[in-house]
């Protein structure tokens, strides 16, 4: 049996309007997930296939980390898909700091984090103090490497161009052309 905890106000999302996204999840991963809507902590019995049962934590934290359902449950769709997550706050120096930090990833209008999603092909969320992606290795790779950059301090122009890059080059990996239109 394995235990996570996940913030309160993501208990809701997790269960789903009558329990339909906890069934859904139990369903899919093959667990019995029991959530203790008091502190957070869910815990998670494997009942069926085994890898299955492996990836239910990472979908549970993938929705604690502010992710949609569907987002989270399409890690049991593809055996290379992954989640992982960017700790803002150890990057900042600072609570000012921290929500600046935020609001760079974020961009105006959530335009930054639209660009990491549409030129990495991952989900792309920014909750609490994290940073969380979900997608393919490679897309995981340059939506962290994006994050790193901004975080490091990266004018934001240098880093839709190193997206702009690593996605011509997928492309061209893939036998395809990548044209930028004008935004």
Same mark, same amino acid.
């Given at each position: 049996?394995?235990?996570?905890?996940?913030?309160?106000?993501?208990?809701? /999302?997790? !269960?789903?309007?009558?329990?339909? /996204?906890?069934?859904?999840? %139990?369903?899919?991963?093959?667990?019995?997930?029991?959530?203790?809507?008091?502190?957070?902590?869910?815990?998670?019995?494997? /009942?069926?296939?085994?890898?299955?049962?492996?990836?239910?934590?990472?979908?549970?934290?993938?929705?604690?980390?502010?992710?949609?359902?569907?987002?989270?449950?399409?890690?049991?769709?593809?055996?290379?898909?992954?989640?992982? *997550? !960017?700790?803002?706050?150890?990057?900042?120096?600072?609570?000012?700091?921290?929500?600046?930090?935020?609001?760079?990833?974020?961009?105006?209008?959530?335009? /930054?984090?639209?660009?990491?999603?549409?030129? *990495?092909?991952?989900?792309?969320?920014?909750?609490?103090? *994290?940073?969380?992606?979900?997608?393919?290795?490679? %897309?995981?790779?340059?939506?962290?490497?994006?994050? %790193?950059?901004?975080?490091?301090?990266?004018?934001?122009?240098?880093?839709?161009?190193?997206? %702009?890059?690593?996605?011509?080059?997928?492309?061209?990996?893939?036998?395809?052309?990548?044209?930028?239109?004008?935004?």
């Amino acid at each position: 049996m394995k235990h996570v905890k996940i913030p309160q106000d993501r208990i809701g /999302t997790l !269960i789903g309007e009558g329990g339909e /996204t906890l069934r859904r999840i %139990e369903q899919t991963a093959e667990v019995d997930l029991d959530v203790n809507s008091q502190d957070g902590s869910v815990a998670i019995e494997r /009942t069926g296939d085994p890898v299955r049962g492996m990836q239910a934590p990472e979908v549970v934290r993938a929705i604690g980390r502010g992710f949609d359902p569907d987002a989270a449950l399409s890690i049991l769709e593809d055996d290379m898909r992954m989640f992982e *997550t !960017i700790d803002i706050e150890r990057a900042a120096r600072n609570d000012n700091d921290l929500r600046r930090k935020k609001g760079r990833l974020i961009g105006e209008d959530g335009r /930054t984090r639209e660009l990491m999603e549409e030129l *990495t092909g991952a989900d792309v969320v920014i909750y609490g103090s *994290t940073f969380g992606v979900i997608g393919q290795p490679k %897309e995981v790779d340059i939506a962290r490497s994006a994050a %790193e950059m901004i975080l490091d301090g990266a004018p934001h122009g240098a880093v839709y161009s190193f997206l %702009e890059r690593k996605r011509a080059e997928e492309l061209k990996q893939q036998g395809m052309e990548y044209h930028e239109f004008p935004g």
